[in-house]
């Protein structure tokens, strides 16, 4: 496979932070419809990973190619536009408005204060609200204020309003935190769900959820990759168990 194959293709990746190298010349490697899990120590550089990709922060050096198109050089809205998706770690949902109309107001076309002041709830728009709904969970909660739900039923609305911009890749991070048992059962089911037809990338510490999830999984330790696999070769892997898996 020829590395225009892959949906990203992130190569020699670093960042240095006065100096000290958060990622350090890193390869990764993403199909299509695959769901990777990224794992490792605090410290390791996983979020930082996720704002190159994204650009909320800028590469050192390397290269980080999205359907074969180099990301380094553009602006944050740029990659939103190339079907990048990015969930950071506390949602950002509007509290006030419903369900649906958190969902409606993420639809690309009603983005901009312009675009939303002419813009009509068409029927498409509202196929596209009530099917993403359904991807998370939420069919029967549309007219709920968004500020009455759970707090994993917010995590699953912000994904939801990514979702509605049909991301090519989407990235979560560290989507469990807080959630309950059951909130992690559903959002396991709702992540094999909406990586049909695209990538995500998830970083997880809870080794359980990440065994239900991976396709691969990837060690990162001091900002490069450390070990890539399946679960259970990366799990027996005597250098991840040293630095991770062992504490
Ligand atoms: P992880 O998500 O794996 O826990 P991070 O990517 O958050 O790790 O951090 C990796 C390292 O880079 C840490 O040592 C962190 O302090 C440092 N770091 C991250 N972002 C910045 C920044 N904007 N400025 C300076 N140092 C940073
Ligand atoms: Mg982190």
Redesign the pocket.
């Known amino acids: 496979m020829s590395n225009t194959d892959f949906t990203l293709a992130v190569e020699d990746l670093s960042?240095s932070?006065?100096g000290?190298k958060?990622?350090d010349a890193l390869n990764l490697y993403l199909d299509r419809d695959e769901l990777r899990v990224?794992i490792?120590?605090?410290?390791?550089?996983?979020?930082?990973?996720?704002?190159l990709i994204c650009g909320k922060?800028r590469a050192t050096g390397g290269s980080i190619k999205f359907k074969n198109e180099e990301l380094t050089g553009m602006a944050e809205y740029q990659r939103v536009r190339l079907g990048i998706g990015r969930k950071f770690q506390t949602p950002s949902i509007y509290e006030n408005l419903s369900v649906f109309q958190n969902l409606e107001v993420s639809y690309p076309e009603g983005r901009s204060v312009f675009g939303a002041l002419a813009f009509q709830c068409t029927s498409a728009v509202r196929e596209r609200v009530q099917a993403v709904a359904a991807d998370i969970g939420l069919a029967d909660r549309l007219d709920t204020e968004a500020g009455l739900l759970s707090h994993g039923q917010k995590q699953w609305l912000e994904i939801g309003m990514l979702l509605m911009q049909e991301p090519e890749l989407l990235m979560l991070?560290e989507p469990i935190a807080g959630m309950s048992a059951r909130e992690r059962e559903l959002t396991a089911e709702l992540l094999q769900r909406i990586c049909k037809n695209r990538s995500v990338i998830v970083?997880e510490h809870d080794m359980e959820f990440v065994a239900r999830i991976a396709h691969k999984v990837t060690v990162?330790h001091q900002?490069k990759i450390l070990a890539e696999g399946p679960m259970d070769k990366v799990q027996a892997d005597p250098k991840v168990i040293d630095v991770y898996l062992g504490h």
């Open positions: 960042v932070f006065d000290f958060a990622i990224i490792g120590p605090n410290g390791a550089g996983k979020t930082t990973l996720l704002d922060t991070d970083i990162m900002g």
